[in-house]
């Protein structure tokens, strides 16, 4: 790099509105504009297919009074057009931009309306630069370059060897040029007379692995929600209008619909992701577990790939286009098995939608797959022998981590050095006991043998508590992971809270753990810490340094609520409920870990996903764990109330298989009712 240029930089996100209808997504600003600059764009697949789209009248940028998002795939900004208005200070000429997506397609249309007394002229003119960049390109904030359209009988079309982009805009002269191309319109508006011009682009990316659903309807019920507290009812209508737009299916599994990890980064099939929010909407149905399991059997491992680390058995981590190039070192294969929890937690979604209701011959279907994946676990998942399921990257440009948090230094001591793999997690123990457990109920109540994977997990569970425990000034906790040495890593971090719940632990160890949640060092007001203050790499804008990932508190709220630990579960979802107003109801990936008071708001991490699979999920975690909802066991519905003296909620839709019920919980009374037609 030469004197006076700077590295490239990843763009931010914190002020821009997603459109999104998976596979494809819009970024614009607070104005509604697209603008061409950092991520802004049309996208489709893993392709931007529009840099930009800049409206102007008579040569000027309107002026924006209000934009937001109108339901899935939908926004709206409204704009004041003082360049061509009416005499006097009222703005009294007016620009509605309403945008619809669909999979492949956005379509915009210009309403000009005025209120003056006589009628008004305007030249309205959009102009359009598409550079075709792949997705992580962007994301890496490289430079791109504007492509030359071509005009072909009245549209602009651009186009290089897998992908198509055509531009319509009936009624407009379409002009291109070397850079872009311009839509132009004339317009005259009239008191009650407005004018509405439209436009729309089409486009195609051949090779594509994802694409839409196969249903144009979503897999879970929208349960009506009342509360006391107003915040609950429209971060669960935000989340549930989130998730719809992030359905998506498989190039290998049309049929079958999961949900994208997240919008603009991660807008494909990612194992982990999809399968904890699928975990999360159980409560409302068990169809899209069974669309994300269905989809994922279909990728199991088969074979043993250092290059892919694919392994008989294993669930894979994510599937892209193409190689994906990173800082470090980073390369990815476009098919990419690094992950050491998806396979566990795999199977306890299996298990969880067997028990909310999922049809037998569904479940039964994926035994065979649920077998080979228990075999993962105990023939594959622990690399050097010591009886804990690991991770270590044996190709030198993979993830050099591979749990949830698997940035490059996220498992590190409490003095700052990073922890040596192989690296055994405590929350892969917990999901490996959990899966073996209930896979041992499972099997049996499908006329198979459980009884060595009920074993396997209680061996496990006796290893995991010997090692793990540690103590400090505060009491005990348990470390975040085992390091190459077999030595307890000693940060106090979040990776505990998904432990507490799965039964791995006494109910009093439960209560160790709970009690070094909620305190002030991981509890920051507005939901759980990835790592404690007192740690020597604590930052609050550390992506899993100390910011608050919405799903990671969402997960120990659920977990907390399980093992009767009804208090603290509130005091971690009362956090989540008073950061929710502050991003519009639209809960991000993760956010700044200041504490609650230290500042007007949380701190937005600009770079954070929105809307995310797995934080829209958890406002429906923060339900459940409010009801204590839970399947009886006989296709009914079990509900015990954590909420306080005072506080109401009621949830309608809520379902255990074909039936529906609602739930009213009046502080800790709740009753519940069937509601199936």
Known sequence: MSAGQTAPVQPFLDDLTATVRAPSQAWCAADGQIAPTGLQGVYHADVRVLASAVVRVDGALPEAISSGPMGPGAHESVSVLRMIDGEGADPTTMLRRRRTLTPGRMAESLELSAGTAHPVSGTVTIRLTSDLARTETVKQGLATTPLAPALVDGSARWADASTQVSVTAPAATVAV?????????????????????TWQVVSRVDGAVVGPPSSPTPEWSAPAVEATDSRLAPLVRRSLADL???????????????????????????????????????????????????????????????????????????IRSQQLTGEGGLSLPPEYYGTVDATPL?????????????????????????????AWMRDHGDSDGDGFLDYADTTGHGLSNQGWKDSGDSIQWKDGRLAEGPI???????????????????LEAFGRDGAEWRSWAAALADRFRARFWLSDEAGRYLAIALDRHGAPVDSVASNMGHVVGTGILTPDEEREVAARLVASDMSSGYGLRTMSTTSAGYWPLGYHRGSVWTHDTAIAVLGLARAGLGA???TLADGLLAAAPHFDFQMPELFGGNALGDGPAPLPYPASCHPQAWSAASAVAILTAQLGLAPDGAGGLRATSALAPGARVVADGVRVGPRSFRVVADGAQVTVTETTA
Request: glycine share 8%.
């Open 177 to 197: 040029d070397e850079s872009g191309a311009t839509l132009t319109w004339r317009v005259t508006v009239a008191s009650g007379a407005p004018a509405t011009v």
């Open 244 to 318: 719809a737009s992030l359905r998506m299916s498989a190039h290998f599994a049309p049929e079958e619909t999961f949900l994208a990890a997240g919008a603009p980064w991660f807008f494909t099939l990612f194992g982990r992701d999809c399968l904890w929010a699928a975990r999360l909407l159980l409560p409302l149905g068990t169809d899209l577990a069974r669309g994300t399991l269905r989809t994922l059997a279909a990728r199991q491992g088969v074979a043993d790939d250092p290059g892919t680390q694919e392994q008989p058995g294993k669930i894979l981590h994510e």
């Open 346 to 374: 795999w199977i306890t979604l299996l298990v969880d939608a067997w028990r909310w209701g999922m049809a037998d011959d569904d479940v039964a279907a994926l035994i065979d797959p649920l077998q080979r994946a228990l």
């Open 424 to 442: 055994a997690l405590a929350e892969v123990q917990a999901y490996a006991y959990e899966a073996a457990s209930g896979a041992a109920d499972l």
């Open 568 to 570: 603290q579960a509130l």
